[in-house]
């Protein structure tokens, strides 16, 4: 339904969301940011804007009947500004019109004066100024500082990492509809109903249960609507209150980009040492993410950034530095890999570093450098199995799906022909890279692995499922369907998925950290199961079958040398009072970690992957071209290969966007500049490679008691996209004959391809 356009997204229920009824015609928002990044309002004169036409009602802070902070973790986040203003965009006041275009118009009617105050907007002077939203945080094994000192070969370095724009295709919406009692219904493209009922109670200081947040689907979210939809649910929720009426509050495209956060950028900083080999003997690690204004979730993200420092490797001594930097820009939120990216883009980019300098191919070093979960004790004596965070990895594919590709997509031979094609060409340049991916799956924050499911069973034995998971376009509902067919024994096509609604789950984690199969599957699944148990104890007594004989297959019951239709198993239970609604509920199991001192076993298993990607550049322009990329990846037992597939190739091309094209950027006093498609580059289909062969791993079961053994598949293959960036400075560094290991910042975009090669050239000249 999303690909056809049958699917209905927020601003298509405006007319089924009350608005033909006594609640008259709906009003629409539009929000008015702050032009000043850092400072105050002197003076706020509204009156022309009230006086717009259309305009119905005008809200600054002071009309917020509750709680004005909203931040979902930590405060820090106003509705609307009440004192201080902290970035460019910043909601000062709303108005809410008889038409959107009527909103907008006035909007830009309001009078403001302010009193500005020299912005800090750079995250190198963050660090310098130890300006943070939180405190640091350490991760540490081993005495880094001893082996460093000790250490035969040592590097040191510095690699500035982009951030990214979600760019989903449906924008930030939410329609409020007033109930009769004072409660409020909440319809909102978002990752996280719970938080946001929470949040509009607390705005409109009402218990959660007058608030009921229901999300049909997203027209993709990708972290950008895990706490940053519930603004302007609140901002609906408010003028819907006031003038009971159905409002709806939706941000046109540039509005989204300058007032919603995107992914984290960051500052890597570190000193390696390695053995003559290239394996390495000792890391220091600094991780600095620029976290704008406000916490949001820039703790567990920067965590995860953390958590993914090691990547693939065994790290013997490791001191890894976490730092959540302030800036007066706006808050940086989850996004696709919630810092696993940044953080393994780190240390990939030592692992080619290591290469230069110990004359090797990098594939080489990257294998040396690998977990080794069969033998391999190091010359201390400790296992190499033990990440920085003292979890120890088990069942860890990588090794085989490395040699997989080596052979499959002929690495060693594509590198001798790409060496002969380099030689004999003087301006187009090609480069190969091979890059693995290991991804922790568990929300860090061990209370959010939680998940409830609630299954109906009517008397014409269709089924009616919800959980508490969102779907965004990844195939969630389906994968969820599946899995109660399958243990109810039964066709998909029978069962219902409802949309999410806090007044069926409660108390719901955010669809988010790549989980959502393998809770609100679980949990689904267990409310099959006392569905069925209740059927089969019924049956049985019913018709004097031994339980055992009662089975559940192709969309029928067999009851011993019977055959009954669900519909007839269902109105007999029903006829002797058997129960036919169940909930469901799930917890991780086996995950525990201690903030404090850094250790446990956060993640319940890993996801992995590898990919190949090979590029040409031109190095008299720094244009590049991905000419092909073979991915395969570790799914565990696929519960729907096609569904699993696109995330593969959607997770890939999207982490492309980010390592090549996508670059944000703001000007000096803090204004973004790339607020629209026009100047902000996302790939779009001719920027697929041409060559793009996607493969599952075979005969790889979760050894791990997951739904059906499968693994989460939503943010892992976003990360295989780092073997592009390789492989452009892998190209790059064809015109110094690899001699040199090129100075190369992300996003690589042809600008920055470009100074890469000349600095190189302007080196060989030299030399
Ligand atoms: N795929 C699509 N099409 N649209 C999305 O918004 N979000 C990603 C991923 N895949 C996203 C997507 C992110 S950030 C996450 S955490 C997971 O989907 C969430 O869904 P899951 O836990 O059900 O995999
Ligand atoms: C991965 C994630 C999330 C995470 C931790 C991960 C995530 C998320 C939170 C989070 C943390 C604390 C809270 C909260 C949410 O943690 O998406 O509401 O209080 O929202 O490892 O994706
Ligand atoms: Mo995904 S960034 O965990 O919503």
Request: hydrophobic share 40%; charged share 20%; glycine share 8%.
């Amino acid at each position: 339904m999303h690909v056809t356009g049958a699917a209905l997204y927020i601003d298509d229920q405006i007319p089924f969301s009350g608005s033909a009824n006594e609640l008259g015609s709906p009003l629409f928002v539009c929000v008015g940011g702050s032009a000043i990044a850092h400072g105050a309002v002197k003076r706020m004169d509204l009156s022309r804007v009230k006086q717009a036409p259309g305009v119905v009602d005008v809200v600054t802070a002071e009309d917020i009947p509750g709680q004005l902070d909203i931040g979902a973790v930590f405060p820090g986040d106003p509705l609307l500004v009440a004192d201080t203003i902290e970035y460019v965009g910043q909601p000062l006041f709303a108005v809410a019109a008889t038409d959107f275009t009527s909103a907008r118009k006035a909007v830009k009617l309001a009078r403001l004066e302010y009193h500005e105050q020299r912005p800090l907007l750079d995250l190198a002077e963050a660090v310098a100024k130890r300006f943070y939203v939180r405190p640091p945080h350490r991760m540490q094994r081993g005495d880094a500082d001893a082996a460093l000192a000790a250490a035969p070969n040592r590097l040191h370095g510095e690699l500035r990492i982009g951030g990214q724009e979600h760019f989903y295709l449906e924008g930030q919406a939410s329609i409020a509809i007033p109930e009769e009692d004072g409660s409020l219904t909440i319809l909102s493209s978002n990752q996280n109903p719970t938080e946001t009922q929470k949040l509009v109670a607390q705005v409109m200081a009402l218990p959660m249960h007058k608030v009921t947040l229901v999300t049909r689907r997203m027209g993709g979210a990708f972290g950008g609507k895990e706490t940053q939809a519930a603004a302007w649910a609140c901002l609906a929720a408010l003028f819907a209150a006031r003038n009971h009426r159905v409002v709806e509050c939706k941000l046109a495209r540039g509005d989204d980009m300058i007032m919603t956060g995107k992914r984290h950028n960051f500052l890597h900083r570190f000193a390696v040492g390695f053995t003559d080999h290239g394996a390495i003997t000792a890391l220091t690690s600094m991780l600095a993410a620029q976290c704008g204004n406000s916490p949001d979730l820039s703790d567990a993200i920067v965590d995860r950034a953390m958590f993914h420092n090691d990547n693939c490797y065994y790290l013997p001594n490791v001191t890894i530095d976490g730092l959540r930097c302030k800036t007066h820009t706006v808050s940086n939120t989850a996004f696709r890999g919630f810092g696993g990216p940044q953080g393994m883009l780190a240390i990939e980019s030592i692992m080619d570093e290591i290469a230069f300098a110990v004359g090797k191919d990098p594939l080489e070093i990257r294998k040396l450098n690998l977990y080794d979960t069969d033998s391999g004790n190091d010359s201390s004596g400790a296992q190499r199995n033990i990440t920085p965070y003292h979890q120890r990895i088990t069942d860890f594919t990588v090794p085989q799906i490395i040699a997989q590709l080596e052979s499959e997509a002929d690495y060693w031979q594509r590198r001798e022909q790409i060496k002969s094609f380099n030689a004999a060409s003087p301006v187009l340049k090609k480069g190969l890279a091979l890059t693995p991916v290991k991804f922790g799956i568990s929300f860090t924050v061990s209370h959010l692995n939680q998940a409830g499911a609630l299954l109906h069973m009517y008397t014409d034995g269709s089924i009616l499922l919800n959980h508490g998971g969102t779907e965004m376009g990844q195939g969630l509902m389906i994968k969820v369907a599946q899995i109660v067919a399958q243990e109810l024994g039964v066709s998909p096509a029978r069962i219902q998925v409802s949309a999410t609604r806090t007044d069926k789950i409660p108390n719901t984690a955010p669809t988010a950290a790549s989980s959502g199969t393998d809770i609100n599957g679980m949990a689904a699944r267990n409310a099959a199961r006392t569905i069925k148990q209740r059927l089969r104890a019924h049956l049985s007594a019913q018709y004097q079958t031994p339980a055992a004989q009662i089975v559940f297959a192709n969309d029928q019951i067999t009851v011993g040398e019977q055959t009954l239709s669900i519909a007839q198993g269902a109105k007999s239970a029903w006829l002797a009072r058997v129960q036919l609604s169940a909930s469901g509920f799930y917890k991780t199991p086996k995950i525990h970690y201690c903030r404090e001192t850094a250790r446990g076993r956060p993640f319940y298993y890993y996801a992995n992957g590898a990919a190949i990607s090979e590029v040409i550049i031109d190095t008299l322009t720094g244009e590049y071209k991905l000419l092909r990329a073979d991915l395969i990846h570790d799914v565990g037992n696929s519960i729907n290969p096609g569904v699993d597939i696109g995330q593969i190739e959607g997770g890939y091309v999207q982490g492309v966007g980010w390592l090549t094209s996508e670059e944000l950027k703001w000007d000096e006093r803090g204004r973004l500049l790339t607020d629209s498609p026009a100047t902000y580059k996302i790939p779009a289909i001719a920027d697929a490679p041409p060559i793009f062969n996607v493969r599952l791993l075979e005969n790889a079961a979760n050894r791990e008691d997951t739904i059906f053994h499968s693994k989460a598949v939503g943010e892992p293959p976003l990360m295989l996209a780092i073997s592009a960036w390789c492989a452009i400075r892998d190209a790059i560094a064809a015109v110094a004959d690899h001699t040199r290991c090129p100075k190369l910042d992300a996003p690589a975009t042809p600008q920055e391809i470009l100074k890469a090669v000349d600095a190189l050239r302007a080196l060989k000249v030299a030399s």
